[in-house]
């Protein structure tokens, strides 16, 4: 059954959700330990639970997908499963990690990469940040040869981005006017992982000449999520989107729930947490 849409926002001429599923709690990078990763792959091994989250996420109107394509396996058939069942297409976003040598050899190789990228049935096509930052001149304020892959993505028919961990990616690309349709940056209340401080981040955000996706909104569960995803929502602009990693449809259905009541203006209806001799003022 599908249901009525998560509030939407435009990229590159797409319609995208702006709540993103992210892939983290899902291929076993927990940002936390070697243990929580080994955790995460054995309960996602077999791609059963990640379907039964696809589809929560599709009956609620979440529809944008973003990851390294190319480790998701079973993940994109979970996907197409999900899509077959709730009646909904995902429009997934890629961040491959592209051969950014430069000679020849390595341009060949990027350039296989963003065809894979078009081949698993990607729309949009985001060099990862790893790879977009070795390309970074902070003396002369360009990213260099950075309009090579952005042609090869374009080339491929899909839309073009920047994953900017390192915040001059943004400032760069724009002073640069390069032929990006959105960035992704690392974004949330504590800071987490983020280079700069939060208040010059959002800055960077709010002066963006392209749509942001936001990622690690709950800083790898180290706050809730009604902290997180508030905090999120209420500090980005109306075109930006929060990318989630979730564990499970329930996971899944409470964020969904804790997003709406912020734009409608409510208290989200949740269950209070289990906890042994609680008090009558702990929900």
């Not at 899902?26 to 070697?34: C, D, I, P, T, V």
Request: proline share 4%; charged share 20%.
């Amino acid at each position: 059954m599908v249901g009525e849409l998560f509030p939407r926002t435009i990229v590159g001429g797409v319609s995208l959700s702006r709540m993103i599923i992210g892939s983290n709690w899902m291929l076993g990078y927990s940002h936390r330990s070697s243990a929580a990763d080994q955790n995460i792959k054995s309960y996602h091994s077999d791609g059963e639970r990640a379907y039964e989250m696809f589809c929560t996420f599709l009956e609620n109107g979440v529809d944008t997908f973003m990851s390294i394509l190319s480790q998701c396996g079973h993940l994109l058939d979970s996907i197409k499963r999900a899509e077959q069942t709730v009646g909904r297409k995902m429009i997934l976003v890629d961040t491959p990690i592209l051969n950014v040598d430069n000679n020849e050899m390595a341009r060949q190789q990027a350039r296989e990469t963003v065809r894979q990228s078009k081949e698993l049935g990607a729309t949009f096509c985001l060099l990862h940040h790893s790879c977009a930052e070795q390309l970074v001149c902070k003396n002369t304020r360009t990213i260099d040869r950075l309009p090579d892959y952005l042609s090869m993505i374009r080339e491929e028919g899909m839309l073009p981005g920047l994953s900017a961990h390192m915040p001059e990616l943004v400032i760069y690309s724009d002073l640069n006017e390069y032929d990006v349709e959105t960035y992704i940056q690392l974004y949330n209340c504590m800071g987490f992982l983020m280079q700069i401080e939060v208040e010059s981040v959002n800055q960077i955000i709010w002066n963006a000449k392209k749509p942001v996706m936001t990622i690690k909104p709950m800083a790898a569960g180290r706050v809730t999520p009604f902290v997180g995803l508030n905090f999120s929502w209420a500090t980005l602009r109306p075109c930006d989107m929060v990318t989630i990693g979730c564990m499970n449809a329930w996971e899944a259905a409470q964020d969904i729930e804790i997003s709406r009541a912020y734009f409608e203006g409510r208290a989200p209806m949740m269950e209070g947490r289990a906890s042994p001799k609680k008090t009558d003022i702990i929900v």
